[in-house]
């Protein structure tokens, strides 16, 4: 069955170390994106990407990196220049096509860096 | 950028009706969604509304005025399963992105 998937669901890691995070889809959509969530906060835009071997900055890239060299993939890697990585991540693919154009989100990563 | 602002925390008997109002600064607007979230999980989309009026889903119903940059969510015979976060989020110009509200936490008692 068709669905967005992220692993792992709770990551730790260490102060200065790089940490890539999975988002896989398999509902054919174009568009992928990826947020971060925080206590009290809404949902923060990170990267998106409309096509392949296409993305573009949301609205707090600093300290974060992505690629999409698959449709199907779109890997965020939280960097050591990113000041305070703890957080919840979300991705989330659309069609691009249409309207509503809905996002539909995968179950998230909650990454802890100590 | 966007301004989206809704109530922090709504709690409600099960049984009633509860309406989560969203109101926002945009210039092209291009539609409004609604999503539910409970607690470490993913949001699921509830609703979207691009023209003014009310679209109704079971339960959930969604209205838009976009002449006054307000939406609301309105859920009838609150079950507690409907406690959650419930987020509202915009879409400006013909760009895919979403800005989202912090969301508002709606708690369900018996």
């Not at chain 1, 249409?98 to 179950?107: A, C, E, I, L, V």
């Not at chain 2, 409600?12 to 109002?21: R, Y």
């Amino acid at each position: 069955d068709g669905g967005i998937t992220q692993s792992p669901k709770y990551l730790f890691r260490k102060e200065g170390q790089n940490v890539t995070l999975s988002c896989e889809q398999n509902l054919n959509h174009d568009a992928m994106y990826w947020y971060r969530q925080d206590p009290g906060q809404g949902l923060r835009l990170i990267y998106y990407s409309q096509i392949v071997n296409d993305f573009q900055k949301g609205d707090i890239a600093e300290g974060y990196s992505v690629s999409r060299e698959k449709k199907e993939s779109f890997p965020l890697t939280v960097t050591s220049a990113q000041k305070n990585p703890t957080a919840f991540y979300l991705c989330a693919s659309s069609t691009r096509q249409g309207s509503p154009d809905t996002q539909y989100f995968g179950p998230g990563t909650r990454l802890t860096v100590l | 950028g966007q301004n989206i602002d809704q109530p922090t925390e709504m709690t409600a008997t099960e049984g009633a009706i509860v309406q989560i109002n969203c109101t926002y600064q945009t210039s092209g607007f291009n539609g409004l969604f609604w999503y539910q979230q409970h607690a470490g999980e993913a949001p699921t989309f509830l609703s979207y509304n691009v023209l003014d009026g009310l679209e109704e889903k079971g339960r959930f119903s969604s209205f838009l005025s976009r002449s006054k940059g307000y939406s609301y969510l309105l859920l009838k015979e609150l079950q507690m399963k409907d406690s959650a976060s419930y987020l509202c989020a915009v879409r400006e110009g013909n760009d895919y992105k979403l800005s989202f509200g912090a969301g508002t936490t709606v708690t369900v008692r018996a």
